[in-house]
């Protein structure tokens, strides 16, 4: 049985010349980039063209890039580390409640050191109103941090309109940017965020390696401490075939991303199509054409969220009920939560497909035709 | 005096001897030679003896080692200058017996010597309180 | 020119088939570990497996090991992590002069949070004396943290003894193993410690992997939030390729341990015992026999380091003036302070040559030949 894979939300397949490039640094490229003997400037050459390529893709400058070990890192050093530099001005921090575990639990870290956060609410699309953040701004406030597309519905917040109502506030504003990134077109100065986080396993680079960007100037406490790597900010040896690779898949993803993001949308109609030509009862959870391509979120009434995901996984096609960190677990959806409510039958009927590479039309078809097949089954019972 | 105390003082001899080596230095030629590393450590010692009527005249030492080594080199050269080459290796062997924390003859007088009776307890630095006694025991019977 | 690579305590060359595990990952396994369907299942597996052979490793178990994205990661973790959990026990923490950098500056971090740091320190051989830990200890001591073989000198301390006597006290023992790791016999039963760090790319293992031993009911406070990964202890996807590939390098290591130790400290003689023939003026700093086989750090009395690292690199030999962090500046060597103090020649004249695989014995001939050269001719001017 072929095998359907559609939760690039929660991991990727790393891109085969993404591979290629990491096999091949693994094998030719292993100075420290901190040694001063021609294999550690061979591998600072290395890490100094993947950064100069990670910054341009968001335009940004080759010294506001940090290289973390991944999405998680970046958000915590982003709040954490952003936090801590500026506890003198203030204690409070605005996120909003539907932000991934790795901002969440970092604020929650924050609050046990006894900062103030504000989690903000979001409508039943789960959209954040700037003018919400406006009013839960205070003089105390120091870190704001919203995330640009969502991991478990797609959708995407008005980062610039809020970034222009932080313009006249000391509070410096971080997007956590891990699923939106290489699918959506980032410009750090248009948006006009502070902080912007970036994971590599997400866009078809390896596991274990991302960056964080912080705008010149912006202070962020380190928290890994140690060498004197990336200007002080992030100790560790640096990863370097990681970064190689991960540059490689940026590479990539740049150079396709128009095509992708028409293919990942004509792939969310056609799956909604064929849904509706089996009469299945479903309704969409965020937003379908306004929100990351690659991700849709359905609901479907009757069935029961973990009798669904085993049922699809059985035949063959991979899918989640929202971010893998909790997939494991029956809790609820802390996003579905802030979008309907404790009591909402979502909660409980919600399933997350996500696109990527190597999903062809006729995988999203057999995947469509699978799950109406397994709906109408359970939701007949 | 209180053991922990007890221990400071010899630390302190042994700092006396490092920081104010005795017998520092090379003899004119003519004199017996000795070169000696601590193979662990690749530290060295070099030893230059004088010998006459069977007594040790002159005992000067050289090298490059941790204080260990060189405060017991000072103290061994002190110890063996004046005395009859018998004595001066029945000194090693008791001190031998010392470092391997074995009981020892105390008929004679070891002075300086005791206070480093604790590197018995640190077998990695065994050999660095021994190295001077070698290279002198090695000078010796190349001379019988 | 051959190009002669003695800088293996800064980072090592991946092993081939290390770097073959590495690519057949990547190709293939993809899941998240955290996800439920078969993808992640298998991922999941990868990372089981990894983790019971790491554990094996140090005799350690299943649980008892977290990973990290690599040794100061590990380190930080560590430190802060238990000193925060304990932090209700009393704030003083007890470490060594001599520490790696990761463990050094995480030291600093919390003195500027108010913690107590005692810096032991070590004699002209880099050895601390396990009677000053004793003396150092107080009530209100809570972490003590010794490494098991210096990065710079290779000493080994005596971290049985130190254990022995911390049995009965409150305070966790961590050892910084990242040197010691795949090269010593480590067995954390035998040795008595409670946190160990290791780090892969020491190891030829990829870089940005490590992992921290937290023996079972040793607390240590979360460092990275977010997901519910590594049971809690340290949030964000895993990273399963490295992973695996670093489990590969530790088969390969446990495998061939003695013969390398036989083979290092061969190396080391020979490179030795050349100088010596071409009577070149040298002291060993630390020890030949009793230290880490692949460690060699010497004193050339009438050279400077960064004249003899330009020399030495010219003529295709890469060698360190001792961890690879601070190689770029021109700041001494804090461990050869602590040996030999502020004013010694030996701050500035010292080499560090570390040995490895792929390393010959003509390798190894003809680079104590062209330093032999070198010396004897910078020594000379
Ligand atoms: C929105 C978002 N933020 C952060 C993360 C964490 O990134 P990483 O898995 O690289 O730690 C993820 C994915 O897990 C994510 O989807
Ligand atoms: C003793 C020691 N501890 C910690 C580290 C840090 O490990 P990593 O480079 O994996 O962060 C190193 C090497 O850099 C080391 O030699
Ligand atoms: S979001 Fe308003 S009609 Fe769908
Ligand atoms: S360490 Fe070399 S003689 Fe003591």
Known sequence: MERIYLDHAATSPVHPQVAEKMVKLLNEQYGNPSSIHSFGREARQILDSARTLLAKSINASFNEIIFTSGGTEADNMAIIGAAHAAKDKGMHIITSSIEHHAVLHACHALESEGFQVTYLPVDEKGLVNPEVVRQALTDETTVVSIMYGNNEVGTIQPIAEIADILKEHQAVFHTDAVQAYGIENLDVKQIGVDLLSVSSHKINGPKGIGFLYAREGVKVKPRMHGGEQEKKRRAGTENVSSIGAFAEAVKIAEETKE?????????????????????????????????????????FAGTDVEAMLVNLDLSGVAASSGSACTAGSIEPSHVLVAMFGNDSDRLRNSIRFSFGLNNTEEQIEMAAEKTAAIVNRLAKQ | MSFNNLDALYRQVIMDHYKNPRNKGSLEDGSLTVDMNNPTCGDRIHLTMTVKDGKVEEAKFDGEGCSISMASASMMTQAIKGKDVETAYKMAEIFSDMMQGKEYDEDIDLGDIEALQGVSKFPARIKCATLAWKAMEKGLKENE
């Open chain 1, 259 to 299: 095509e992708r993001r028409e293919k990942y949308l004509g792939f969310k109609k056609k799956f909604i199509e064929i849904l509706t030509q089996h009469e299945v009862y479903f309704v969409v959870n965020g937003f379908v054409d306004e929100a990351l391509p690659h991700v849709l979120n359905l609901s």
